[in-house]
């Protein structure tokens, strides 16, 4: 994946995943809950730079209750590095040009 080389904060991340492992108690039932796979989990909490998808940052905004671009925001993410999840999203062909802008920008008024 070349998504690993955007920033983005990762520490926000960890910092949360890190309380959220002491509520769940193992890291099988956070992965569970997130609906990520465990290796993802484990490579979030140890890489230096981890990669990240937009299945994941789905998965991170449905636990959290949060929009994808609430969720999109929290986690710093940049509108190239939103452009190329999109790009890589197996679900991204499915999302129309203007929604998927939506997500980092939020709806436009018309």
Do not use: C
């Amino acid at each position: 994946m070349s998504t690993a080389y955007y920033p983005w904060n990762v520490q926000a991340l960890v910092e949360w995943l890190e309380l959220e492992l002491s509520y769940h108690g193992s890291d099988r039932d956070l992965s569970t809950a997130l609906q990520i796979h465990p290796h993802t989990l484990s490579h979030w909490l140890k890489a230096a730079w981890p990669v990240i998808t937009l299945q994941d940052i789905r998965g991170i905004a449905q636990y959290r209750g949060w929009s994808l671009h609430q969720t999109l925001r929290w986690l710093e993410l940049q509108p190239a590095h939103v452009d190329t999840l999109i790009g890589e999203d197996p679900l991204g062909d499915r999302v129309s040009w203007d929604d998927a802008k939506a997500f980092w920008f939020g709806k436009s008024v018309a």
